[in-house]
């Protein structure tokens, strides 16, 4: 069938919800739902903490796709959720709604979430709106890293119009401490090439790290930000968080970076499993 | 003619946005001192630049936003969830409390004009610049998009300033940077009208680290 941009395309719904509880040994699912195109993968246990793998299996976010993730740590439970690969992020058309991802998830007292997928990859042309809420015990701690790609230039790839929204909210409890909004409604070269901006530099990385010992890890962790011509790293704390913002000419030496970084965060704990390539 | 009491509001706008009022501005660089430090920033032309990405797609956009957000805002509970979020929007530690120790500054300072009172469930509030400025303004009858380009004035004016010394900048250069970035505080001013809370976000990522990689420069005049 000939797509001339009018007719309704088959759009990706997908859902998924999982808890987690502690017991004596181990953290362990307590319950699991799946919809659509959202899997859940288990790996085999490591360090006493459940890890989950998010698993896309329409193969990318395209216009108009909508999914909804709900993550919940039952006291002293331990949830590690990375994905299985970049997320690809296809063009949309001129007419098509905006793809949104909303994740809310839910730390209670002296449980850990920890999110680390691999990068977003945004290809010219799409249109994202992700939102991602968290609401955690003030004993409880949380780290989130995003790396967004917008553009690969290994693969020549640059942008002309991606539209971008990417919103990190977390109330620590109860207090709103953290809207780390991003937002550009035309993502393009020119203006990635501004100084202010990215001085033309495609990847974009966001570390929040939220627990009782953030403020004092940072001059220790500080003469370990890597600072060259591909790559810009900065890290500051306050109000019970670390944040570490990067921006970097390589997605893949991003990554290298950010797994360097992460080790020492996460006090040497093993890495993700589908993180080794 | 204006009426007296039109007067009278302008003139309280000229002491409220003077760097002499005392909200302490002249400490604060918005991490321009790194900028300049850096090489990002050498001349009128990459500040006029800089300044622009920040009023278009950055900081001072956000600023905006909340500005109008807490003009608009006609409860106690409202003034709380902006002054919140505004709060919870920085950047940096440095940009927080850049925009927390000037906006209360500012509210103390305003207090001679006995215009807001605080309610007592608002002990607990952290008060950003221009949260404080959207409610002082629309206490003095300054309608919307003036209070929204006044508060943008006094961030592009305080960066210019900073400039100046930092560069440094001679006096007349300064003025040229003002002159050019005027009708884009207006333009970039009238884009964010409607614009809500969730309509904020930065897009001036290097600014961003810029604030954060002033925390760690070696010699500083600035405390931002």
Redesign the interface.
Known sequence: MVNNGTNTLQRALGKFALEVQASTKASRLASLRQEGCCRLLFPYPKDHILEAVTVNISGGIAAGDQIEGFLQCHPNAHLLVTSQAAERIYKARSTDKAATVNTECKIAENAILEWLPHSSIFFDGSKIQRKFAVDMADSSEFLFLESRIFGRQAFNESASHISF?D?L??RRGN??????????DT?NRR?LS??????GRPV?STLVWVSPLAEEKLAEL?PLLPNDHNS?F??????HML?I???SSNGRENEKQWRRLLHFIRHNRSEPSTWRF | MPSSSESLHLLRMFSWISPAFPTGSYAYSHGLEW?VDNG??TDVA?LV??VK??LY??SLRSDMIFLRQAWAASSSQEIRQVA??A????????R??ETVNQGEAFLKATDIWALFKKDPDMADIRWPLPVAQGILFRRNHMEQDLSTISGAYVAVSGIISAALRLIPLGQSDSLKAMKQLEHHIIRSAAKTRGKK?????????????????H??QQTRLFRT
């Open positions: 929204y919103r909210s977390i207090k709103l401490i953290m809207e780390d909004i991003i937002q550009l993502i203006l501004l100084k202010a901006v990215s001085q974009l500080r810009e900065a890290a500051s704390a306050w109000n944040v913002r990067s921006l | 900028s990002d920033i990459s630049i800089w990405a920040l797609y950055g919140e979020f709060c919870a929007s920085a950047a940096s530690r440095e927080y409390e809370l969730e309509d904020t976000g930065s897009g001036c990522f290097r600014s961003d680290l810029a604030s954060m990689q925390e760690i």
